[in-house]
């Protein structure tokens, strides 16, 4: 079993920045695809990026230019920095794991899930 535990989220004005962290414990592997992924209230949860060793990071178009994905593959750790925050960008986040080095099909499926954090931004 793999744990994810996400942070760093809080309330923020428009345009400012956060950066949330996912830490994992337990069964984990450096050829894991690591994403992050949000849901908004009454929303479904979308895709937001994702990393993995093999390749750049990955991003869906609201994340492209403003948000930032990286790994410290030492601390087993993946951050989500977001800047120019708009109130749109207001969901929890949430960091997916998959036992894959493929990290397109992240998008599509996920074998773990931290528990969220919340992001709100205020306008």
């Known amino acids: 079993q793999v744990q994810l535990v996400e942070s760093g989220g809080g309330l923020v004005q428009a345009g400012g920045s956060l950066r949330l962290s996912c830490a994992a414990s337990g069964r984990t592997s450096t050829s894991y695809a690591m994403g992050w992924f949000r849901q908004a209230p009454g929303k479904e949860r979308e895709f937001v990026g994702a990393?993995?060793?093999?390749?750049?990071?990955i991003y869906a178009d609201p994340a492209k230019g403003r948000f930032t994905i990286s790994r410290d593959y030492a601390k087993n750790t993946v951050f989500l920095q977001m800047s120019d925050l708009k109130p749109e960008d207001t969901a929890v986040y949430y960091c997916?794991?998959?036992?894959?080095?493929?990290?397109?099909?992240?998008?599509?499926?996920?074998?773990?899930w931290g528990q969220g954090t919340q992001v709100t931004v205020s306008s």
């Open positions: 997916a794991a998959k036992r894959t080095p493929n990290v397109l099909t992240i998008m599509d499926t996920q074998d773990y």
């Open positions: 990393i993995n060793w093999v390749g750049g990071p």
